[in-house]
Protein backbone atom coordinates (compact mmCIF):
# COMPACT_ATOMS: atom_id res chain seq x y z
CA UNK A 1 0.00 0.00 0.00
CA UNK A 2 1.29 3.69 -0.89
CA UNK A 3 0.26 6.32 1.39
CA UNK A 4 0.51 10.24 1.37
CA UNK A 5 -0.04 12.06 4.64
CA UNK A 6 -0.56 15.43 3.49
CA UNK A 7 2.34 15.12 1.57
CA UNK A 8 3.65 19.50 0.73
CA UNK A 9 6.42 19.72 -2.18
CA UNK A 10 7.77 23.39 -2.51
CA UNK A 11 10.66 24.34 -4.69
CA UNK A 12 12.32 27.16 -4.76
CA UNK A 13 11.33 28.41 -8.54
CA UNK A 14 14.50 28.49 -10.87
CA UNK A 15 17.01 30.55 -11.21
CA UNK A 16 15.55 32.41 -7.76
CA UNK A 17 18.35 32.21 -5.62
CA UNK A 18 18.03 31.81 -0.94
CA UNK A 19 15.22 33.63 -0.18
CA UNK A 20 13.72 33.97 -3.65
CA UNK A 21 9.85 33.08 -4.17
CA UNK A 22 9.01 29.35 -3.72
CA UNK A 23 6.83 27.56 -6.15
CA UNK A 24 4.17 24.82 -4.76
CA UNK A 25 4.03 21.48 -6.50
CA UNK A 26 2.19 20.21 -4.56
CA UNK A 27 -0.48 21.12 -1.40
CA UNK A 28 -1.69 18.83 1.09
CA UNK A 29 -2.06 15.76 -0.49
CA UNK A 30 -3.77 13.02 1.60
CA UNK A 31 -3.98 9.82 -0.99
CA UNK A 32 -3.88 5.82 -0.60
CA UNK A 33 -2.90 3.71 -3.26
CA UNK A 34 -4.19 0.16 -2.92
CA UNK A 35 -2.00 -2.58 -3.59
CA UNK A 36 -2.40 -4.27 -7.20
CA UNK A 37 -4.31 -1.51 -8.26
CA UNK A 38 -3.86 0.45 -11.84
CA UNK A 39 -4.07 3.98 -10.21
CA UNK A 40 -3.98 6.82 -12.58
CA UNK A 41 -2.93 10.45 -11.91
CA UNK A 42 -3.71 13.33 -14.37
CA UNK A 43 -3.77 17.57 -14.32
CA UNK A 44 -2.41 19.58 -16.86
CA UNK A 45 1.01 20.47 -17.35
CA UNK A 46 2.27 21.52 -14.19
CA UNK A 47 -0.27 20.51 -11.89
CA UNK A 48 2.64 18.20 -9.80
CA UNK A 49 1.91 14.98 -10.82
CA UNK A 50 5.68 14.35 -11.83
CA UNK A 51 6.22 15.59 -8.55
CA UNK A 52 3.47 12.65 -6.87
CA UNK A 53 5.08 10.29 -8.60
CA UNK A 54 8.69 10.90 -7.68
CA UNK A 55 7.34 10.96 -4.12
CA UNK A 56 6.73 7.71 -4.11
CA UNK A 57 10.22 6.27 -4.66
CA UNK A 58 11.53 9.16 -2.85
CA UNK A 59 13.35 10.84 -5.87
CA UNK A 60 12.33 13.81 -4.34
CA UNK A 61 11.67 13.79 -0.29
CA UNK A 62 8.73 15.97 0.85
CA UNK A 63 8.96 19.16 2.37
CA UNK A 64 6.18 18.37 4.77
CA UNK A 65 4.44 15.28 5.43
CA UNK A 66 5.04 11.62 5.14
CA UNK A 67 4.89 9.10 2.51
CA UNK A 68 4.58 5.48 3.55
CA UNK A 69 4.98 2.53 0.80
CA UNK A 70 3.80 -0.88 2.84
CA UNK A 71 3.95 1.03 5.73
CA UNK A 72 7.54 2.17 5.62
CA UNK A 73 9.06 6.25 5.55
CA UNK A 74 11.78 5.84 3.21
CA UNK A 75 12.75 9.79 4.85
CA UNK A 76 13.42 7.77 8.27
CA UNK A 77 15.58 5.13 6.83
CA UNK A 78 19.44 4.96 6.19
CA UNK A 79 20.35 5.74 2.91
CA UNK A 80 21.70 2.11 2.42
CA UNK A 81 18.35 1.06 3.50
CA UNK A 82 16.67 3.30 1.49
CA UNK A 83 18.48 2.49 -1.67
CA UNK A 84 17.63 -1.32 -0.80
CA UNK A 85 13.80 -0.13 -0.55
CA UNK A 86 13.97 1.65 -3.33
CA UNK A 87 14.87 -1.71 -5.83
CA UNK A 88 11.55 -2.91 -4.94
CA UNK A 89 10.10 -0.06 -6.72
CA UNK A 90 10.48 -0.18 -10.42
CA UNK A 91 9.86 3.41 -13.16
CA UNK A 92 9.37 4.18 -16.60
CA UNK A 93 9.83 7.49 -18.03
CA UNK A 94 8.63 9.43 -21.42
CA UNK A 95 11.73 9.11 -23.07
CA UNK A 96 12.68 5.83 -22.54
CA UNK A 97 15.74 7.14 -21.16
CA UNK A 98 17.80 3.75 -22.49
CA UNK A 99 21.68 3.68 -23.31
CA UNK A 100 22.36 4.10 -26.58
CA UNK A 101 25.59 2.17 -26.59
CA UNK A 102 24.32 -0.98 -24.70
CA UNK A 103 22.10 -3.67 -26.21
CA UNK A 104 18.72 -4.46 -25.96
CA UNK A 105 19.83 -7.05 -23.54
CA UNK A 106 22.31 -5.13 -21.75
CA UNK A 107 19.90 -2.47 -21.02
CA UNK A 108 17.07 -4.44 -19.39
CA UNK A 109 20.56 -6.01 -17.32
CA UNK A 110 21.30 -2.90 -16.08
CA UNK A 111 19.52 -2.95 -12.53
CA UNK A 112 20.95 -6.18 -11.79
CA UNK A 113 24.20 -5.41 -12.82
CA UNK A 114 24.46 -2.61 -10.46
CA UNK A 115 23.75 -4.95 -7.98
CA UNK A 116 26.70 -6.82 -8.98
CA UNK A 117 24.02 -9.94 -9.93
CA UNK A 118 24.34 -11.67 -13.38
CA UNK A 119 20.50 -13.53 -14.12
CA UNK A 120 20.91 -14.34 -18.01
CA UNK A 121 17.98 -16.43 -17.64
CA UNK A 122 15.73 -13.27 -15.93
CA UNK A 123 16.62 -11.18 -18.15
CA UNK A 124 15.31 -12.76 -20.91
CA UNK A 125 12.49 -14.16 -18.75
CA UNK A 126 11.30 -10.29 -18.81
CA UNK A 127 12.26 -9.28 -22.68
CA UNK A 128 10.12 -12.48 -23.46
CA UNK A 129 7.69 -11.04 -21.35
CA UNK A 130 7.61 -7.50 -23.39
CA UNK A 131 7.62 -9.38 -26.33
CA UNK A 132 11.18 -8.40 -27.12
CA UNK A 133 13.70 -11.37 -26.44
CA UNK A 134 14.18 -11.83 -30.54
CA UNK A 135 15.45 -7.94 -30.17
CA UNK A 136 18.47 -8.72 -27.37
CA UNK A 137 21.14 -8.23 -29.11
CA UNK A 138 19.97 -5.19 -31.28
CA UNK A 139 20.85 -1.41 -30.07
CA UNK A 140 17.64 1.15 -29.36
CA UNK A 141 18.75 3.30 -32.24
CA UNK A 142 17.45 0.11 -34.43
CA UNK A 143 14.05 0.26 -32.47
CA UNK A 144 10.60 1.84 -32.79
CA UNK A 145 9.28 4.25 -30.06
CA UNK A 146 6.90 1.54 -28.73
CA UNK A 147 9.84 -1.09 -28.53
CA UNK A 148 12.11 0.92 -26.74
CA UNK A 149 9.43 1.77 -24.23
CA UNK A 150 8.95 -2.33 -23.56
CA UNK A 151 12.48 -2.32 -23.48
CA UNK A 152 12.41 0.40 -20.45
CA UNK A 153 9.67 -1.82 -19.34
CA UNK A 154 11.47 -5.13 -19.46
CA UNK A 155 14.74 -2.90 -17.33
CA UNK A 156 12.22 -1.78 -14.71
CA UNK A 157 10.58 -5.17 -14.02
CA UNK A 158 14.00 -6.79 -14.28
CA UNK A 159 13.96 -6.32 -10.10
CA UNK A 160 10.30 -8.23 -9.19
CA UNK A 161 9.52 -4.87 -8.09
CA UNK A 162 5.78 -4.72 -6.28
CA UNK A 163 5.33 -1.21 -7.72
CA UNK A 164 5.75 -0.11 -10.97
CA UNK A 165 5.83 4.11 -11.53
CA UNK A 166 4.90 5.02 -14.94
CA UNK A 167 5.53 8.48 -16.00
CA UNK A 168 3.52 9.65 -19.22
CA UNK A 169 4.61 6.12 -20.84
CA UNK A 170 2.46 6.67 -23.78
CA UNK A 171 2.96 10.45 -24.31
CA UNK A 172 5.90 9.55 -26.93
CA UNK A 173 4.25 7.03 -29.08
CA UNK A 174 1.66 6.57 -31.56
CA UNK A 175 -2.24 5.21 -31.08
CA UNK A 176 -0.65 2.28 -31.85
CA UNK A 177 2.22 1.76 -29.82
CA UNK A 178 0.23 3.59 -27.17
CA UNK A 179 -2.29 0.33 -27.52
CA UNK A 180 0.64 -2.08 -27.01
CA UNK A 181 2.52 -0.65 -24.32
CA UNK A 182 -1.08 -0.22 -22.11
CA UNK A 183 -1.76 -3.95 -22.92
CA UNK A 184 1.72 -5.21 -21.23
CA UNK A 185 0.92 -2.64 -18.06
CA UNK A 186 -2.19 -4.44 -17.98
CA UNK A 187 0.16 -7.99 -18.14
CA UNK A 188 2.11 -6.79 -15.89
CA UNK A 189 -0.77 -5.90 -13.24
CA UNK A 190 -3.08 -9.27 -13.79
CA UNK A 191 0.19 -12.05 -14.10
CA UNK A 192 2.89 -10.25 -11.92
CA UNK A 193 0.22 -8.41 -9.67
CA UNK A 194 2.22 -5.37 -9.65
CA UNK A 195 0.96 -2.19 -8.62
CA UNK A 196 1.15 0.35 -10.97
CA UNK A 197 0.54 4.44 -10.66
CA UNK A 198 0.22 5.67 -13.69
CA UNK A 199 1.01 9.70 -14.61
CA UNK A 200 -0.22 10.73 -18.16
CA UNK A 201 -2.37 13.72 -19.53
CA UNK A 202 -4.07 11.27 -21.46
CA UNK A 203 -7.16 10.70 -20.28
CA UNK A 204 -8.40 7.91 -22.73
CA UNK A 205 -5.03 6.07 -21.38
CA UNK A 206 -6.10 6.62 -17.88
CA UNK A 207 -9.79 5.75 -18.64
CA UNK A 208 -9.11 2.23 -20.38
CA UNK A 209 -6.61 1.14 -18.21
CA UNK A 210 -7.17 2.29 -14.59
CA UNK A 211 -9.48 1.49 -11.65
CA UNK A 212 -9.23 5.08 -10.05
CA UNK A 213 -7.56 8.38 -11.10
CA UNK A 214 -6.25 11.13 -9.04
CA UNK A 215 -6.85 15.23 -10.17
CA UNK A 216 -4.42 17.16 -9.33
CA UNK A 217 -4.89 21.35 -10.23
CA UNK A 218 -1.78 23.48 -9.18
CA UNK A 219 -0.55 20.98 -6.68
CA UNK A 220 -3.90 19.90 -4.83
CA UNK A 221 -5.96 16.80 -5.46
CA UNK A 222 -9.53 17.88 -6.52
CA UNK A 223 -10.72 14.56 -6.29
CA UNK A 224 -9.91 10.24 -6.64
CA UNK A 225 -12.61 9.41 -9.60
CA UNK A 226 -13.75 5.89 -9.74
CA UNK A 227 -13.04 5.13 -13.54
CA UNK A 228 -15.58 3.59 -15.64
CA UNK A 229 -14.35 2.06 -18.53
CA UNK A 230 -15.18 2.96 -22.09
CA UNK A 231 -17.04 1.01 -24.48
CA UNK A 232 -15.09 -1.53 -26.41
CA UNK A 233 -13.53 -0.02 -28.86
CA UNK A 234 -14.86 -0.95 -32.60
CA UNK A 235 -11.77 -3.00 -33.93
CA UNK A 236 -9.93 -1.63 -37.33
CA UNK A 237 -7.21 -3.44 -39.17
CA UNK A 238 -5.23 -0.45 -39.46
CA UNK A 239 -4.55 3.03 -38.29
CA UNK A 240 -5.47 5.02 -41.60
CA UNK A 241 -9.28 2.88 -41.50
CA UNK A 242 -9.41 3.97 -38.01
CA UNK A 243 -8.59 7.58 -38.68
CA UNK A 244 -11.00 7.76 -41.37
CA UNK A 245 -14.38 6.52 -39.35
CA UNK A 246 -13.00 8.89 -36.35
CA UNK A 247 -13.27 11.76 -38.47
CA UNK A 248 -15.85 11.34 -40.55
N1 LIG B 1 13.33 20.50 -9.55
C1 LIG B 1 12.47 21.52 -9.64
N2 LIG B 1 12.83 22.78 -9.32
C2 LIG B 1 11.97 23.82 -9.41
N3 LIG B 1 10.70 23.68 -9.82
C3 LIG B 1 10.26 22.45 -10.16
C4 LIG B 1 11.13 21.31 -10.11
N4 LIG B 1 10.41 20.22 -10.51
C5 LIG B 1 9.17 20.66 -10.82
N5 LIG B 1 9.09 21.99 -10.62
C6 LIG B 1 7.89 22.83 -10.81
O1 LIG B 1 6.84 22.26 -10.02
C7 LIG B 1 5.58 22.33 -10.70
C8 LIG B 1 5.02 20.94 -10.86
O2 LIG B 1 5.86 20.22 -11.76
P1 LIG B 1 5.59 18.71 -12.16
O3 LIG B 1 6.68 18.33 -13.12
O4 LIG B 1 5.40 17.89 -10.96
O5 LIG B 1 4.19 18.85 -12.93
P2 LIG B 1 3.54 17.92 -14.04
O6 LIG B 1 2.05 17.95 -13.80
O7 LIG B 1 4.19 16.57 -14.03
O8 LIG B 1 3.88 18.70 -15.36
P3 LIG B 1 4.22 18.16 -16.85
O9 LIG B 1 2.98 17.41 -17.29
O10 LIG B 1 4.47 19.41 -17.63
O11 LIG B 1 5.42 17.28 -16.70
C9 LIG B 1 5.87 23.01 -12.04
O12 LIG B 1 5.58 24.38 -11.92
C10 LIG B 1 7.37 22.79 -12.24
O13 LIG B 1 7.94 23.82 -13.01
Same mark, same amino acid.
Given at each position: ???? !???????????????????????????????????????????????????????????????????? #?????????? =?? =????????????????????? #???? %??????????????? !????????? #???????? %??????????????????????? %??????????????????????????????????????????????????????????????????????????????? !?????
Amino acid at each position: MIEL !QHVTKTYRRRGAGRGGPELHALRGIDLTIQDEEMFGVVGESGSGKSSLLRMINHLEAPTAGRVLVDGV #DLAALSPRAR =RA =RRRRIGMVFQQFNLLANKTVF #DNAA %LPLRLQRRRERDRVM !QMLDFVNMA #DHAHKHPS %LLSGGEKQRVAIARALVTEPGIL %LCDEPTSALDDHHTEEVMEILGQIRRELRTTIVLVSHELDVIKASCDRAAVLERGRLTAVADVVAPPPREAFATYAERA !QRYLA
